[in-house]
């Protein structure tokens, strides 16, 4: 009722009863437009304002500024009056849509200036709709993992197949086929004797920051990394019949190399140009990886078992993605210093990630975006959720000399960061 | 406007360059996703590059869209095609052409260039085969005149063909 009198007494300026040649206005009722703006049906034509100011409103058909709009009746959106004499065709034997709901039978009308009340539901409105772009997209950032997990959950489940589809191919693909069976040995042996492990990963990202809550999973993964990187590297070394036969003869044959080769040519190259911390870092991870190795080649028996275990294979999608998202955070701000150690390591890591599509998909070329693509959003929704309960996660092992480890962690990602883009280069030779 | 837009077209109309103008701000500050708009100086001509949903069958692929502005825009819809090659998909031509009825009858001057380039890449990630419409080949070769198919009297784009 307010409202109404509030309108009476609003005196329309004469030269805002006409159009103001925003659109070459055709059939126009120019005296019913007078009435209709003179009777407060309709929004005055006031010159839109090519910028916001305070208390405007912007017309969502011209995206020009005005004191006040018309609302529609099916969903009170905003129109100014010129945009709405275009949507109104006089001449049409359709009923009008409305342009923002599609409702049959546009017809606006005009309540004045937007009260407080009005402007209130907007903003909540407004932030309903932000929050539920945050929820979409954290929503698909789900989804791309799970898409992610169950990619690797099928090709680690058909790494006998896959690796036979390999022999065929080159020798490249056969070596990131290996890799792709020995992650899942050297974790499974792990997992065999720690407890359950349906937890989601860990964040690595804020785990590295403190240096007295490393968690012991995440070194777990990541010293399972290493060694597979090592031993990838390692059968670099060998010839081209000698990878094609161990990827036939499956796994066994894989394990035995890591007693019997010893330190391959990478062991000398830690003597990094870029030297300094990361050189003895780097030293030091190598030291552990040797004892590394003889840990789990007393593991042994466990492994051969690793097909039964439904844990394993889980543990080995997470080793999967834990790598993704490393290589993601980690290769933003480096160079790429030509190390032989991080090339081995980047090396070994591209095959692990890309050795299940590889062998799936066969399109390689292809695959390498999108793995890193998916890397992005798993470390992104892996900081933003998962750095919680890391310290319930550390029961099941706890490894003979920590400080190593801590340096092990620190070293595989340090390398790792450096090596990333000449890594890419080399694996695609 | 640049001379180089083709001459057949009008101008743009005031009203349709400033709010190209602005949904140029807009698509820099918050771009779809998935999507790159090339930088000209032609505002009546935008080349968008789309990038395939992750997890769809164009997953991987990039193409790119053409979108030319009318006269009247945004009270008629630009016209919007697929720079060669074409995504194959049930409802693209092999020549770019795509049936999509926000293009033609649903349009609404409500819409924007994002919300275009958003229905066209939920098209491209609903698809579930990849091929071309059924009259692809009749339809590209009486298609002389380079425009995309408008539907008229409300007939299906794929029967306007037919006669």
Request: with cysteine.
């Amino acid at each position: 009722m307010g409202n109404k009198l509030g309108r009476k007494r609003q005196v329309v300026d004469e030269k805002y009863t006409r159009p103001q040649g925003l659109y070459n206005h055709k059939d126009v009722d120019q005296k019913k437009l007078r009435k209709l703006i003179l009777e407060s049906k309709l929004a005055p034509c006031y010159p839109g304002d090519e910028e916001t100011a305070y208390d405007r409103e912007e017309c969502p058909i011209c995206f020009l500024y005005y004191p006040s709009l018309n609302r529609s009746r099916c969903c009170t959106k905003s129109i100014c009056t010129e945009c709405f004499l275009q949507m109104k065709v006089p001449n049409s034997t359709r009923p009008t849509q409305c342009p923002f709901c599609k409702t049959a039978n546009y017809a606006v009308e005009y309540r004045g200036v937007k009260s407080k009340e009005e402007k209130g539901l907007e903003q909540i409105e407004e932030q309903r709709v932000i929050e539920a772009k945050i929820r979409m997209r954290k929503q698909e950032l789900q989804d791309e993992e799970e898409r992610m997990h169950k990619r690797l959950e099928i090709s680690s489940a058909n790494v006998n197949v896959a690796v036979a589809d390999v022999e065929y191919s080159s020798n490249a693909v056969a070596e990131s086929s290996m890799s792709v069976i020995e992650p899942d040995e050297i974790v499974s042996s792990q997992d065999s004797c720690a407890t359950p492990m349906v937890r989601p990963p860990p964040s690595t990202r804020a785990n590295r920051d403190d240096e007295f809550d490393v968690d012991l999973e995440d070194i777990m993964v990541m010293e399972a990394i290493w060694l597979s990187i090592q031993e990838n590297g390692r059968q670099r070394n060998a010839s081209f019949t000698d990878v094609t036969s161990d990827a036939t003869s499956g796994h066994y044959v894989a394990e035995d190399r890591y007693v019997s080769s010893p330190m391959g040519p990478q062991t000398g190259s830690s003597s990094s140009p870029s030297g300094g911390l990361a050189c003895a870092i780097a030293a030091l991870a190598e030291r552990q990886q040797m004892a590394g190795e003889s840990s789990v080649s007393s593991n042994n028996e466990n492994s051969s078992s690793f097909n039964m275990l439904p844990g394993s294979r889980r543990f080995y999608n997470r080793l999967g993605r834990d790598m993704v998202s490393y290589s993601s955070a980690e290769n933003l701000n480096e160079g790429a210093p030509d190390d032989d150690v991080a090339m081995t390591q980047s090396h070994g890591e591209w095959s692990i990630d890309h050795g299940p599509h590889v062998t799936e998909t066969a399109t390689s070329y292809a695959t390498s975006v999108e793995v890193e693509d998916r890397g992005e959003l798993s470390s992104v929704s892996q900081s933003n959720d998962l750095d919680g309960n890391l310290q319930s996660a550390t029961d099941p092992i706890i490894p003979e000399s920590y400080e190593e480890q801590m340096m092990l962690a620190m070293a595989v990602s340090l390398a790792e960061a450096r090596a990333m883009p000449s890594g890419q280069s080399a694996s695609w030779q | 406007m640049t001379s180089s837009s083709a001459a057949s077209r009008k101008n743009l109309s005031k009203i349709a360059c400033n709010r190209l103008q602005k949904e140029l701000v807009e698509w820099q500050v918050n771009p779809p996703a998935g999507f790159k708009h090339k930088v000209t100086d032609n505002l009546q001509r935008w080349v968008i590059e789309v990038a395939g949903a992750p997890g769809t069958l164009y997953s991987n692929e990039t193409y790119q869209l053409q979108v030319d502005f009318p006269e009247n825009y945004p009270m008629e819809a630009p016209q919007v095609i697929f720079l060669h090659p074409a995504p194959l998909h049930p409802h693209i031509y092999s020549n770019g052409h795509i049936c999509l009825d926000i293009l033609y009858d649903s349009w609404s001057p409500a819409m924007t260039v994002s919300s275009i380039c958003i229905s066209i890449l939920s098209m491209l990630s609903s698809s579930t085969v990849k091929q071309r419409p059924e009259d692809n080949d009749r339809y590209v070769k009486n298609c002389r005149n380079g425009r995309s198919p408008r539907r008229q009297g409300g007939g299906s784009m794929m029967t306007k063909y037919d006669n």
